[in-house]
């Protein structure tokens, strides 16, 4: 299916596209209000996109450094080029210490490498411990938005599922009575895990510290309980220096939810007393993507959804529907420049409103990075139509045919003729009805009279 055909499907169930909308729009504007109340915001967007293009620049040098010093704090730092890889060494880790049962926090990484059903076949429990992942986790489904996960599933269908899977009375869709019935099922599961399982939202070169952004505080127990440790980190998480991280930290929560930070940061410098961190650093495709110029800087992003949040395809399509870890304008970049084969149709779902590009709180100029994609993947949809105007347009006498004769076919065809004939375009607008006269010969009319 293309995300055309599973947008029209999450669009076609009676009200789910405008109360999706809704949820998104308000948590946009929670950003809003948050930057307003910023008056450094534009030195802030500026300096995160000059250190993270830097740190791009001399990125084997950094991880060089990082490795060397998360090693000197005890940490172990693995190397996996691709998904495959990490995935190994992730099971390695876990089978060489008989671990049955995993608490994982949120992790847009390990959902890239397929983690779970990895170690799900092979007979390792992972258990999801942020709300929302732990809510698709049960529905068997991926997530449909990197910071808000179940953003597609109303109250009533998550207390469905609660019922189902926790025993919570039926019909039961009190948000506090949901969330306390999620948090008594994960404190159980978080006693009983033999590992913890984090991503890194920043991993800190001078240092060799990581930090993990939660608003649950499930990373914290999730590792706090247990005696091993894994971090799944994108090699592009990195910054040079602790002093760099205030500013990203500032950008990351108000970007995100509106909140001026989230409720844990928490930093990992090495391993607790008697416990093991190990680090798995992940390329899978990201050095390719560091590579090409034109789409280079899609890999400054700090995953804060903000651009999924404001574009009205997402809103109105839901995330599922571009069938890719990363949705939204972000992944229309991320996931075509490294899987042409799946998603090359990706950067098209997109309206050119240009909005994305407005919020980005790293500066990344999405909108410029889905049109060179879009030129990369050859002659567009609708080519010959705007090579059509485009020719009427380049003469006045061709513009005057041009417009007379779709004035004349409005008038003289049935409207579900001319519907039918320019299907391509009015599949998803509405044709507008030519005016009867047009302006030049009003003009004229009106220069006589005079
Ligand atoms: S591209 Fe920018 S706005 Fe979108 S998730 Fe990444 S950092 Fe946030």
Not at 58 to 73: K, V
Not at 114 to 123: S, T
């Amino acid at each position: 299916m293309t995300h055309a055909e599973r947008a029209a499907l999450f669009a076609a169930e009676p009200g789910r596209s405008a109360w999706h909308d809704e949820a998104l729009w308000s948590v946009r504007q929670r950003r809003d209000e948050a930057v307003r109340a910023l008056p450094e915001w534009g030195r802030l967007v500026e300096l995160a996109g000059q250190l993270k293009a830097h740190t791009l620049a001399r990125l084997p040098d950094y991880l060089e450094q990082f490795e060397s010093e998360a090693t000197a704090r005890g940490a172990v730092v693995h190397w996996a080029k691709d998904a495959a890889e990490h995935n190994r060494i992730v099971l390695g880790l876990l089978e060489e210490r008989r671990v049955e049962r995993v608490a994982k926090s949120k992790s847009m990484l390990t959902e890239e490498c397929g983690l779970n059903p990895y170690l799900e076949a092979r007979g390792i429990e992972v258990i999801d411990t942020d709300l929302g992942e732990r809510i698709v986790q049960l529905r068997n489904e991926a997530p449909s938005h990197i910071v808000l996960p179940a953003i597609h599933l109303k109250r009533t269908e998550i207390g469905a599922l609660f019922h189902e899977h926790l025993g919570t009375p039926a019909g039961e869709s009190e948000p506090a009575a949901l969330v306390a019935a999620a948090r008594q099922d994960l404190r159980r599961r978080f006693l009983s895990a033999q590992a913890g399982i984090t991503g890194v939202n920043f991993g800190i070169a001078e240092t060799g510290g990581i930090v993990v952004c939660t608003n649950e505080g499930n990373a914290d127990l999730g590792t706090s309980l247990p005696p091993l440790h894994i971090a799944s980190m994108g090699i592009e998480k990195l910054i040079p220096r602790l002093a760099d991280l205030s500013v990203f930290l500032r950008l990351l929560a108000r970007s995100a939810t509106g909140q001026p930070i989230t409720a844990y940061t928490s930093h990992f410098h090495g391993p607790r007393p008697d416990a093991e961190l190990h680090i798995v650093l992940v390329d899978n495709g990201r050095s390719a993507l560091r590579a090409r110029e034109a789409v280079r800087e899609a890999l400054h992003c700090i995953r804060c959804g903000a651009c999924m949040n404001t574009c009205p395809v997402f809103r109105y399509g839901g995330g599922h529907a571009y069938g890719a870890t990363i949705p939204g304008p972000i992944g229309s970049v991320l996931e075509p420049a490294k899987h042409p084969q799946h998603h090359a149709s990706l950067p098209f779902a997109c309206s050119g409103c240009g909005a994305c590009g407005g919020v980005c709180p790293v500066g990344i100029d999405l909108p410029q990075q889905l049109q060179s994609l879009r030129a990369e993947s050859g002659p567009q949809r609708g080519a010959m139509g705007l090579r059509a105007m485009s020719f009427a347009m380049r003469g006045r006498r061709r513009y005057a045919l041009a417009t007379g004769v779709m004035r004349l076919a409005q008038r003289l065809l049935p409207r579900l003729v001319i519907e039918r004939m320019a299907r391509g375009w009015t599949r998803d607008r509405a044709l507008p009805q030519a005016a009867r006269e047009s302006f030049r010969s009003w003009w004229q009319k009106q220069e006589r009279g005079r």
